[in-house]
């Protein structure tokens, strides 16, 4: 079965500052991997997404993710943030033979002045 | 191309009361999908859908049920509400590759009173 652990509940990083967002999975072959962004009363939009080739992959609004399989995991960097890059951030994983993507629980960005 | 939308967008219900969400896409994707949103928890497949006429439980399916009458519409319905189907919901499709990702309405606030 595959599953999908975000560690950090609440993150709160100062404006101007680089992000990191741990995501780690349990896959049994090569995953599919996603990361979403949901801002508030907003639908989830796609970031990012790997599921083969390079290991490093970029995103919309300078986001970008390695994934590491040594590590089963999927971590979501932005070098610098803003303010709007509040909100939820969720990590997602599915792969060949399955037709369903599972979450996890999210992690919610803060961001101060 | 409205993409996937999702009606209504807010709702009190009463125990015992029924009612069905709405979703439809125009992006002539095969795969759909109900997940439930609640706080801390991320989302949690309901049920899901790979073609008309098609439909498999998720994670939770209790207390739900679906149809697939048609590609465009994928409709969820609450036959006797209960406080513990509070959440938000979303509808989200796909082409048939999950390696694409999802693309998500904008969710129903479904409260039951």
């Known amino acids: 079965a595959q599953s999908v652990t975000q560690p950090d509940i609440h993150i709160t990083v100062s404006e101007g500052a680089s992000l990191e967002l741990r995501c780690n999975y349990s896959?049994?072959?090569?995953?599919?991997l996603f990361w979403y962004v949901q801002s508030p009363g907003q639908g989830l939009q796609l970031l990012l997404k790997y599921f083969s080739g390079d290991t490093l992959v970029q995103g919309i609004k300078g986001f970008e993710a390695e994934f590491k399989r040594s590590q089963s995991s999927f971590n979501l960097r932005k070098p610098s943030v803003h303010w709007s890059d509040a909100a939820e951030y969720f990590c997602a994983v599915g792969g060949p033979g399955y037709s369903t993507l599972t979450f996890g629980k999210g992690t919610m960005l803060l961001v101060s002045p | 191309n409205a993409g996937v939308t999702q009606t209504p967008k807010f709702r009190i219900l009463k125990i015992g009361q029924s009612m069905t969400l709405q979703c439809t896409q125009d992006m002539n994707h095969n795969y759909m999908y109900w997940y439930r949103q609640d706080p801390g928890m991320g989302l949690k497949l309901i049920y899901y859908s790979v073609g008309a006429g098609i439909t498999d439980k998720g994670e939770v399916p209790n207390g739900y049920n679906v149809s697939r009458s048609t590609t465009e519409d994928f409709p969820l319905r609450l036959e006797l509400a209960a406080p513990s189907q509070t959440s938000v919901y979303f509808c989200a499709s796909n082409v048939d590759r999950v390696e694409d990702g999802y693309t998500f309405g904008s969710g129903t606030r479904l409260t039951v009173v």
């Open positions: 896959y049994g072959a090569t995953p599919y």
